[in-house]
């Protein structure tokens, strides 16, 4: 029994293939096309599914739709008639995608791949929360799903067990935290459905001072995490823009310039929003633990993605354990409606074996050979050395050392928005340059931008204040007392981007001006390679973390493709590549001619 999940026409399309309910394969349809958050039809991605199933599209036995598109379309003739005539401009902006694709998925099915059989739409935040609990390893739990806006619902509750789902409570448009937070990226100068994790990571650098405006004007939140926007001073229902001069006069002026200066009012804007934002999280955590007697959470949508939000959740809610789909936004979506087809609209039991959870570490997108590799190589006339498999780990590890960057392409591609050691660059947490080094001469991107180390699972509580799991990079943790280094007092009178001059601890490069990390955990069951050569990191310098950015430049998808690998490694001062078992060494490398302008092809995110 085949089922395909597909995602599409709203930002970061993708595909999903379940064989007996079995994940097979995932993928976001940007890493084939090279173009972030493609929100087009993914028949990239669709194909890569098929073929990691080794099946045709005429061997599925049902396709899923992460989303009902007519009661969308309907949620936005009602916004736009309800704010009429102002909004027309968007109106005529929208209208002709929606008549001439959004609308006919069926068609652009039988038209793209051939397949004319069975298509079920369930609810987006449906999707959401199968994503969030079917793989999940727990047999009941509560969920969460938190995002902008599917067809009418923004946030949702309830609660799965066994193969049971069913959604308890909603918010509804146009009252939604993920909208919230993207006014704010908006409004500090990023690009709203990309820049929020750029607002998350700036906020540490600022003081939550505008918090008692923004639960005065802007969101009137209960108790029990649910909520109200004051819409007087948003845009988003109709116009082109996500706040308006309300807003701008709230805040004490326009909106920052994309790439303009970052001044202490948008650190502080950060701090603000992300600590309302944390607060309505834990708010619902806490309403959602009293109304269904859960130990169990499971997360999923846009915000669950907000792994400060995640981890205080986690440290300081009433949940015992917490699971979030590493692909959370509507990309995961994609896999949640293949699982909804599977477990309820099929009825099929979930695997009685719960003790892990069934997204194979979110591995799930294309794996190439070392053939496939030595024959891109070959055929480009590019220097390289074969490493034996067992010498591979120490050679890098060696290189990490010497404080060297490293390009690492190994196995399947990661679904999802974080690279986990498949598409990773490495280096070594210890270095205090590190971070600016990686910033400004490797990921052409914000200084103020943390990096997230991966440390062995079993040395986690030996660096951070936390137990347990983090294997999708989903929840913060906070450097141990003893691994911090004590600030002078002149240190601790720094503020804003001055504040990244302090070495802060052990691991400076991967240690946030507040002592936080976005963690990644490794076992060694879930990817042997990556953990035997961290392993062999600790054993030549006695620390177990490593620095692990996702394999790519700003603006750009993570590479998914040999070819992807070079070019981003030529394009950039990354020391050495490993792709497979080939060693790349810079220093052996031709002149890289580019082919036109690369920096234009993938502008700022």
């Known amino acids: 029994m085949d089922i395909l999940g597909i995602s599409a026409f709203y930002h970061d399309s993708a595909a999903a293939l379940l064989s007996d309910g079995e994940v097979v394969a995932a993928a976001q349809e940007e890493r084939f096309t090279r173009k972030k958050h493609d929100p087009e039809y993914p028949i990239h991605a669709i194909r890569y599914c098929l073929e990691a199933a080794q099946i045709s599209a005429a061997d599925l036995n049902l396709v899923a739709f992460y989303d009902k598109p007519f009661i969308k379309f309907e949620r936005l003739l009602q916004t736009y008639l309800s704010f009429a005539p102002a909004g027309i401009q968007s109106f005529l902006l ?28 369930p609810e987006h935040h449906y999707s959401h ?38 959604i308890l409570a909603e918010i509804k448009f146009p009252h939604s935290l993920g909208l919230l937070y993207s006014a704010f990226t908006y409004f ?18 600022g003081e939550p001072r505008y918090v008692e405006v923004i639960k005065r004007e802007l969101i009137d939140v209960k108790e029990d995490g649910s909520f109200k926007l004051n819409l007087k001073y948003f845009n988003y229902m109709i116009g082109l823009t996500m706040t308006n001069r309300r807003f701008a006069r709230l805040f004490g002026g326009p909106p920052r310039r994309p790439e303009g200066p970052m001044t202490q009012r948008e650190m502080d804007l950060a701090a603000s929003v992300q600590a309302v934002t944390e607060e309505i999280m834990l708010k619902m955590a806490r309403h959602v633990r009293q109304k269904t007697g859960m130990k169990r959470l499971c997360l999923a949508g846009g915000v669950a993605l907000n792994c400060v939000g995640n981890g205080k959740i986690l440290r300081e809610g009433p949940f015992e354990q917490i699971w979030i789909q590493p692909a959370a936004g509507d990309a995961g979506g994609a896999l949640g409606a293949a699982l909804y087809a599977w477990h ?38 590019i220097p390289y050395r074969r490493l034996p498999p067992e010498a591979l780990p120490r050679e890098v590890a060696r290189l990490i050392a010497e404080e060297k960057v490293v390009g690492w392409f190994q196995g399947r591609l990661e679904f999802g928005p974080r690279a986990l050691g498949s598409r990773s660059i490495l280096g070594d947490a210890r270095s205090p340059a590190m971070q600016t080094v990686m910033n400004k001469k490797i990921k052409f991107r914000e200084s103020f931008r943390p990096f997230a180390p991966t440390v062995l699972m079993e040395e986690a509580p030996n660096y951070f204040d936390f137990k347990g799991e983090s294997p999708y990079m989903l929840l913060t943790a906070y450097v141990r007392d003893d691994k911090r280094k004590a600030m002078s007092r002149d240190q601790k009178k720094l503020f804003g981007l001055d504040q990244l001059k302090v070495v802060r601890s052990e691991v400076p490069a991967v240690t946030h001006v507040d002592y936080s990390a976005r963690l990644q955990t490794v076992k060694r069951e879930d990817n042997p390679l990556y ?54 060494d810079k220093t052996r490398q031709p002149a890289w001619q580019e082919k036109g302008d690369w920096q234009k092809e993938f502008p700022p995110d």
Request: overall charge neutral; aromatic content about 14%; glycine content about 8%.
């Open 531 to 584: 953990y035997d050569t961290i392993k062999t990191f600790q054993e030549l310098t006695g620390c177990p973390v490593i620095i692990n950015t996702s394999f790519n430049v700003r603006g750009e998808p993570i590479v998914c493709t040999p070819e992807h690998a070079y070019q981003c490694f030529m394009r950039t001062q990354m020391d050495y590549l490993v792709m497979g078992s080939f060693l790349l």
């Open 94 to 121: 929208a209208m002709p995608l929606w008549l001439k694709r959004k609308l006919w998925i069926r068609a652009i099915l039988e038209e793209e791949i051939g397949y004319q059989g069975k298509i079920l739409f």
């Open 188 to 205: 500090t100068g990023f690009k709203v459905n990309s820049g929020e994790y750029k607002l998350m990571g700036l906020a540490p650098y």
């Open 344 to 381: 309820r609209y099929l009825g099929k039991p979930r695997p009685a074996d719960n003790l892990r959870d069934k997204q194979k570490a979110s591995y799930l997108g294309p794996a190439f050979s070392d053939r496939e590799i030595e024959r891109y190589l070959q055929e480009n006339h």
């Open 129 to 166: 929360a199968a994503s969030a609990f079917y793989p999940s390893p727990f047999e009941e739990a509560a969920f969460m799903t938190l995002d902008g806006v599917g067809e009418w619902t923004t946030t949702s509750f309830g609660l799965g067990q066994g193969n049971s789902l069913k």
